[in-house]
């Protein structure tokens, strides 16, 4: 095969691998993120097989040394040594469906790095790349007007923070093709893709991308007025840049004037303040990853593992989390790439990436110093140039401060990184190539590549596929209530192996917990059981890769205790009792892995209850309640076992703070209230009534029963002004109770005058 046509599969692969953003594979776990991943392992495996062949036949094609080159290569050196000390080593290797981050999943990132400052070796190859990187994101805004209704959208991409970084290189890139063409349709082209760009920003409202991009537009200006040649230019950047900064001063100490009132700038703008919930989020985050390093100086070195935050996060969970976010709380991400980086793969992986940035800024600089002449060929960069991808260096490394890379930004990152290397290269006199090729076997080199690659593509890709389809088909067949074939699914789900298996076997195990009480009255004990017993099987494989997980220790005993409930139920009450305390033992495991989980106190007290050790689960409530005093849960739960045990005062002591503390949300009131309305009519103990729907009205003024309810014991005890006041509010909820209101307040006027 001829240099030529090796180089041009090699550049059509490059150009197809951005296709695979586009894909999107519905009958797959995290579709947005695994089927994008798997595909594009496939296609890099594949062009590897030509690349191979093509640098040992072309040597002069082999990747040239740079400080770029070396910097990459060591910070994934960095992640690959931190697997060694990886509390996770499956997740650090092979990563998760959810993420497709693992080293396997990055070194194909890696893979089209070398691909590209292969085989693209002049600046009019990257301008070229750059302009199909624009059209890719341009296609992504345009997978928006499908949900224009909508004040946010994911776009093809599957998060708001992925494609609120795409359009940031997207500004940038567009900036730099619009400074190098001459020809005015051409520029006009560039100018009418702005639009299209800042729309698909506005639809991601990502606060870290808003921080990004002024970030970088400050970077640009600042590189512009520092470097510019000429003075009058130098003094109109520094005039912009003084305009710039005022601008966005002025902006934030007016931010809460009403103008801003309603509008997208206000709320970007309003969305910087303390009380930001993902900021608070975050920070609490943060800190844990601070406590863990405090604590363990030796995972300063090497971090915990690629991909493990999650450990970190668990063990220094703050119960302050709850005040901002009840649903969100387990993080296998920093949300911040330094410290993602520098607790996962320590300060050897955190220097390797620094020294990366580092070395993609020098390269550019560089490239601008040497700067001799203005085309296609030319190796240098002009002062515009050097200022704009600054600044698109400066915006990603700044919006990554408050998420993490993602399929799509690892493709756009290595090409920027390619072409930072390639400056580098060319201009440390290393652009000049030999020529001539070897003698080699051909045939036989691609035989042997494609065998290799046929196992990565087939053992691993191809089954995570597989994988991913049983698990979906496993689900189906859960909800259809047809558990026979849900279980051979899983089975073949099983004999598959696949390195990425976490997630479906996790899922199995949920599908049996939430459909459980469905499915033991509709369903054969035989076909239950069996599928039950291969969940146990799939959650204990799980908590092997990492038995500090608390959330997957939760899951076990989730599952346990459902065998547990399974078992009483056909009064086999020995086993029930085993599986029970295997749950129970889960359960301790997990609270150790994460002490300030508030709701792991609530699950392990009805797994006490269910050993009659009604004391211990109070003692373990009254603990999570004082861990977390703003959580319902604990609260909830112990106005329950007071009112059983008939500890009237303890139950009116902690009702208040659990329907206060957002309990009204938390259950299912109708019922959770009614038994408690029952006893209290029962005994005419009108106190205690008043003072329970004083607190629920307090909450939920929409209910007229309760609301009807608590102006009859108002007027029991007294309080006629309360009885009078929740029975006008009646006509608030519903006008057609007009005349019983009527009646009721007559009869409360005659009883005030006696």
């Given at each position: ?182 020809d005015w349709w051409l520029k006009l082209l560039y100018i009418s893709a ?394 301790n495991l997990a609270i150790e892995s994460s002490p300030q989980r508030v ?156």
């Amino acid at each position: 095969m001829s240099e030529k046509t090796f180089r041009s599969i090699l550049k059509i692969g490059v150009f197809a691998s951005l296709a695979t953003i586009f894909v999107v594979i519905s009958n797959m776990y995290f579709p947005y993120v695994s089927s994008k991943q798997l595909i594009f392992n496939i296609l890099i495996e594949i062009l590897l097989v030509f690349y191979f062949v093509f640098i040992i036949k072309y040597p002069k094609y082999r990747p040239k040394k740079s400080l770029v080159l070396i910097g990459l290569v060591s910070y994934f050196l960095a992640i690959v040594l931190s697997l060694f000390v990886s509390v996770d080593f499956n997740l650090s290797f092979w990563g998760d469906m959810e993420r497709m981050l693992g080293l396997f999943g990055l070194l194909h990132f890696l893979a089209l790095f070398f691909i590209i400052i292969s085989v693209f070796r002049t600046k009019k190859d990257y301008y070229q790349l750059f302009n199909v990187l624009l059209v890719v994101c341009l296609l992504i805004v345009f997978f928006l007007f499908g949900s224009l209704g909508e004040k946010h959208s994911q776009s093809i991409l599957g998060n708001r923070a992925y494609l609120a970084a795409i359009m940031l290189f997207a500004l940038f890139l567009n900036s730099l093709m619009l400074n190098r063409v001459k020809d005015w349709w051409l520029k006009l082209l560039y100018i009418s893709a702005f639009p299209f760009f800042i729309f698909g920003l506005i639809k991601a409202d990502i606060s870290g991308s808003h921080a990004g991009l002024a970030v970088g537009i400050f970077v640009s200006l600042f590189i512009f007025s520092i470097f510019s040649k000429n003075r009058k230019i130098k003094v109109i950047g520094l005039s912009a840049l003084s305009v710039f900064v005022v601008a966005i001063v002025m902006l934030f100490a007016f931010r809460d004037h009403k103008a801003f009132d309603n509008n997208y700038i206000g709320a970007a703008l309003r969305d910087f303040n303390s009380e930001n919930v993902t900021l608070n989020t975050r920070l609490i985050s943060w800190k844990a990853a601070g406590k863990y390093l405090i604590d363990h100086p030796v995972n300063l070195i090497f971090g915990v593992g690629h991909g493990n935050y999650a450990l970190i996060f668990d063990k220094y969970f703050d119960a302050k989390f709850y005040d901002f976010d009840r649903s969100q709380t387990y993080f296998d991400r920093a949300h911040n790439n330094l410290i993602d980086i520098g607790t996962t793969t320590g300060i050897v992986g955190l220097l390797a990436y620094l020294a990366l940035m580092v070395f993609v800024f020098v390269s550019f600089v560089k490239a601008y110093v040497k700067n001799k002449e203005n085309d296609d060929s030319y190796k240098g960069l002009g002062v515009v140039e050097l200022s704009i991808l600054s600044g698109l260096l400066a915006a990603y490394f700044i919006q990554n401060l408050a998420v993490f890379d993602s399929f799509a930004t690892y493709i756009f990152i290595m090409i920027i990184i390619a072409f930072a290397h390639f400056l580098n290269v060319a201009n440390s006199g290393g652009e000049e190539m030999a020529k001539g090729s070897r003698k080699v076997k051909e045939s036989t080199l691609f035989i042997v590549f494609l065998i290799i690659a046929s196992f990565f593509i087939f053992n691993v890709n191809v089954r995570a596929i597989k994988t991913s389809n049983l698990a979906i088909e496993g689900y189906i067949a859960f909800h259809n209530k047809d558990l026979v074939k849900a279980y051979n699914m899983y089975s073949e789900m099983k004999e598959l192996n696949s390195f990425l298996i976490r997630d479906a076997r996790g899922t199995c195990a949920d599908n049996v917990v939430n459909f459980f009480p469905l499915l033991l009255e509709d369903t054969s004990k035989e076909d239950l059981e069996r599928i039950i017993l291969l969940s146990i099987e799939f959650v204990d494989a799980n908590v092997d890769y990492n038995p500090s997980d608390s959330m997957t220790l939760f899951k076990a005993s989730r599952i346990y205790e459902t065998a547990s409930k399974f078992y009483l139920h056909y009064r086999e009450n020995e086993k029930a009792s085993d599986y029970n305390m295997i749950a129970l033992n889960y359960m301790n495991l997990a609270i150790e892995s994460s002490p300030q989980r508030v709701p792991l106190y609530s699950y392990k007290s009805n797994l006490l209850l269910s050993f009659n050790k009604k004391e211990e689960a109070i003692s373990l409530l009254v603990e999570a309640s004082s861990i977390n005093t703003k959580m319902p849960d604990p609260f909830c739960q112990l106005s329950d076992l007071y009112f059983t045990d008939e500890n009237i005062d303890s139950f009116l002591d902690v009702f208040p703070k659990c329907i206060n503390n957002g309990g009204l949300i938390y259950l299912g009131m109708e019922d959770f209230v009614s038994k408690f309305e029952k006893y209290f009519y029962e005994r005419n103990d009108w106190e205690s009534l008043s003072i329970m729907y004083k607190v629920l009205i307090a909450n939920n003024s929409s209910n007229a029963s309760w609301l009807s309810n608590s102006a009859l014991s108002h007027q029991n005890i007294g309080d006629y002004e309360t009885a009078r006041l929740h029975a006008l509010m009646i006509l608030d909820v519903d006008k057609s109770y007009q005349n019983a209101v009527d009646k009721f307040l007559n009869d409360l006027n005659s009883v005030n005058e006696e």
